[in-house]
């Protein structure tokens, strides 16, 4: 059974930093390309980072490009999304997500993913 427990969020002024992690287990990360979306009220959930299966080639948009920073660690079966020089426009809920294979679009599309965590949120804010 497929489970995944996000961690890391809360409450950071602007310019402090955040590590978000996503513990999986169920399956393991191996094979899977990881994905990782936000959701502002009001906004459509968007793709902030992806990792790919078989390369660790990473993507990032603009908006987070240098900031923000993916990472997996298939031998704890983790992902890790460290987030620096945070901007109150980042404040969303931030979600991880698990899709078979490799990235195939850039910027990560919410239904190419299969598995998602459960949320959690980042307010950056003075």
């Known amino acids: 059974q497929v489970h995944l427990v996000e961690s890391g969020g809360g409450l950071v002024q602007p310019g402090g930093s955040l590590r978000l992690s996503c513990a999986a287990s169920?399956?393991?990360?191996?094979?899977?390309?990881i994905g990782w979306f936000r959701q502002a009220p009001g906004k459509e959930r968007e793709g902030v980072s992806c990792?790919?299966?078989?390369?660790?080639?990473?993507y990032y948009p603009d908006s987070v490009k240098g900031r923000f920073t993916i990472s997996r660690d298939n031998a704890k079966n983790t992902v890790y999304l460290q987030m620096n020089s945070l901007k109150p426009e980042d404040t969303a809920v931030y979600y991880c997500?698990?899709?078979?294979?490799?990235?195939?679009?850039?910027?990560?599309?919410?239904?190419?993913?299969?598995?998602w965590g459960q949320g959690t949120q980042v307010t950056v804010s003075s």
């Open positions: 169920g399956f393991t990360l191996d094979y899977y390309s």
């Open positions: 990792i790919s299966s078989n390369d660790g080639s990473t």
């Open positions: 997500a698990f899709k078979w294979g490799v990235v195939t679009t850039t910027p990560p599309q919410p239904w190419e993913y299969d598995y």
